[in-house]
DNA sequence: TTCATACTTCGATGGTAGTCGAAGCATTAA
DNA sequence: TTAATGCTTCGACTACCATCGAAGTATGAA
């Protein structure tokens, strides 16, 4: 009774301890190459070229040389989804790797997500836009309000830009800490730019967890109020 | 570097081609017992009951016994949400199990997902109930307007006995066939047993696709105009 | 009781996939 | 050229797990 899209492909894919390292590793939005893939996940450098070729293969990952260096990445905003759609499950589920440490309040305050920021303040982030009519919300979808056209490009995003691209320029990814959705897409993407460039916001070494400076914060809070 | 939620373990419990079956079956929505599963998996009894008793203990499925049969079910609503998702992933990667086959129209057109109506006619009616202002659609939630409530009790469902549960009465599903969202909740499971009540659609019969008559047609057209 | 059905548990088997050492290829630097 | 770094490919090993036969348990029917 075969019915529909296989998801025991992905499954298996996913299921591997090593690649579901080396995908969450890759959740933090840069691009790596198979040696610090390779010690995210524990495993040998011979070892995570077959990983990777084989997470390449079923289109989660895409790679481009540059040197004698390859940098692997997460293939499309979709993947991303839908990882932090799955990291959402297991955690209601309460299937943890690792009983709460220090890290993990940093992670649910504010993290990347791919390239967009997520956690507490990613959802706050767009409560406050969606509540300032900036983004309106229709059906599925998101959609940039003319008030947020003039915002934005008051931040210093070029409206233009975004739409050039094919890529969609808000929507919503769900949270797996807040358990509600935060702001993907191009515009999310240059949101979360905006803030590591204007130096509001750092990313940590190894990690998904931004932190953010005090005026980093303030400035924060000015922008998007609760 | 361990951070956040374990999806290598739903992963490798998806990844099996046997399980994955099994789930897929249960995604039909009725509680199926090892017997049944097992020919659905193409395995034997025993394989299978070593399989249900690793998704149980994962949390994806529940049982409950019944004489000298045990009833298999998806655990949640949230199980039926996430497996749809990845079925929406895996379609969007072309991980087919098959080459489109006569069944798969059908399952485009209307199927059941878990308790609810999914594809072309499950999104279109999420979309007329939104358009009559029925549903508002509220930041990630769903809500039942006052004309809804009018609206469903008119139709024969309570909305008291709605209420009383702590699930949500309406929520979204993202379809895979349609990659917009349709209907889930107590709400979406109500309206669905309505039809098949009204006998204006029935379930096939080891599928999860779901056949309107003639006259369930034109009924629910006049429901749910486009 | 006896028999049948439904299912689980145990035990053995076999295949597959993750793992790493060693060797090979490519790029860069000197 | 030579040497070093980064990565892949090959081959062998191992461990795990899906699988099924056989035996055991539970419920129901006769």
Redo the contacts between chains.
Sequence with gaps: ?????????????????A???M???LMGGRALTPTELAT?AGITLQTASSHLSKLEA??LLTQRKQGRHRYYQLAED??GL??E??????????????RPGP?DPA?RKARVCYNHLAGDYGVRML?SL?AAKQIE????DLALTDAGQIRIEALGISYASLKKSRRPICR?C?D?SER??HLAGSLGEALLTLFLDKGWAKREN???AIRFTDSGEKAFSGLFPQ
């Design positions: 009774m075969k019915e529909g899209p296989d998801i025991a492909l992905i499954g298996s894919l996913i299921g591997d301890p690649r579901a390292n995908l969450t590793a995210h079923g289109g979709e993947v839908m990882l759609n799955l990291m959402g499950f297991a955690a209601s589920r309460g299937m943890n790797r690792h890290k992670l409560d969606i919300v229709a059906g599925d919503t769900l797996w509600r959705s190894n990690s998904r």
